[in-house]
């Protein structure tokens, strides 16, 4: 009776934890094995093969990594503003962004954001703003 009972949670376990994913992406679409989670409440994150949560599901949008540089994905929080994470999942811009553009494209090895008060300015490699977001895209392009 105690086996047929520990059985018995421990499927109905399993089938609770997973029904908090809407819905489960193929495994290697985004990161090798990882997958991209749809959870119930809408937003998005990555788990490994194991189930083993990599991203926390607080973004609203997480795009495939090489949209603006091969190791970066971007993500989108629910305010609407973005960030970055890198292919280990952390984050290494908050979502604090109208936008990002791409690295490169303006200058080498940076990338124009701009900030919710329509701002602009560059983050580089690491993630880290190197020109702060407080200039008129004129200003910011004569700085250049």
């Known amino acids: 009776m105690k086996k047929a009972l520990l059985t018995f949670s421990f499927i109905f376990l399993g089938i609770f934890s997973f029904a908090q994913y809407k819905k489960v992406y193929s495994y290697g679409d985004y990161q090798k094995n990882w997958a991209l989670v749809k959870t119930s409440s809408g937003t998005f994150e990555f788990i490994d093969q194991n189930k083993k949560q990599i991203v926390a599901p607080i973004y609203s949008k997480i795009e495939k990594f090489g949209k603006i540089h091969p190791d970066f994905a971007v993500v989108k929080a629910i305010t609407d ?64």
């Open 81 to 144: 503003t973005y960030g970055l994470i890198d292919k280990n999942g952390k984050e290494i811009t908050p979502a604090i962004y109208h936008s990002i553009g791409k690295f490169d494209e303006l200058k080498k090895d940076l990338a124009l954001v701009e900030s919710i008060n329509n701002k602009f300015g560059f983050i580089d490699l690491s993630g880290k703003e190197v020109i702060s977001a407080i200039y008129s895209l004129d200003e910011l392009k004569s700085i250049l």
